[in-house]
């Protein structure tokens, strides 16, 4: 593997944990409510899902889109 391919390689893997911090975020404080109603109120375990959440934003945004999509 190149210096170029590196370069790109932690390029893409940085833009990726970037995107997946915001959506965890994002999710933490705005759409676990909706998603979980039972995990209203429940903050001390919310910081153990950020790992999970930004490895799986992908995932993430489209079911969440699918909830708003149909109303949940």
Do not use: C, E, H, Q
């Amino acid at each position: 593997m190149n210096l170029a391919t590196t370069k790109a390689l932690l390029a893409l893997i940085s833009a990726y944990g970037t995107v997946g911090v915001l959506v965890a975020a994002a999710f933490l404080l705005v759409g676990l409510d909706r998603v979980a109603p039972a995990a209203r109120g429940a903050y001390a375990f919310r910081p153990l899902l950020m790992p999970g959440l930004v490895l799986l934003w992908p995932l993430v945004v489209f079911r969440w889109a699918m909830l708003l999509r149909t109303g949940g």
